[in-house]
């Protein structure tokens, strides 16, 4: 084997090993920098209520206070709480809580 050809082995080996590495990095970076999903959040429950003639289907909010459920929209006809969160059945603030 004479010295180009030697050299020419080498550089085809340098290339074999830079690219397993970058496809390693590249294996390796989309495994550990792949952004973790955010836990799920409780799914909402929906407003059976009729709003405006139409399905609400707004997310529904519980009193802490009293237990009562509904809807914090204007003009629903199964609405509990008005803006800031009074509930609308005990008459006490802030008691509205995502159900
Ligand atoms: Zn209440
Ligand atoms: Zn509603």
Known sequence: ???VSALRLAVIALGVMIGLYVVFLIISGWRTNKPSPPPPLAKAVPCTGTRNGKPC???????????DSG???????RRRF?????????GYPNTMQRV
Do not use: T, W
């Open 71 to 77: 809807c914090q929209l204007n003009g629903c006809d």
């Open 1 to 3: 084997m004479d010295l």
């Open 57 to 67: 289907g707004k997310p529904v909010f519980r009193c802490a206070n009293c237990g």
């Open 82 to 90: 008005e803006p800031p969160g009074k509930c609308l059945s005990c």
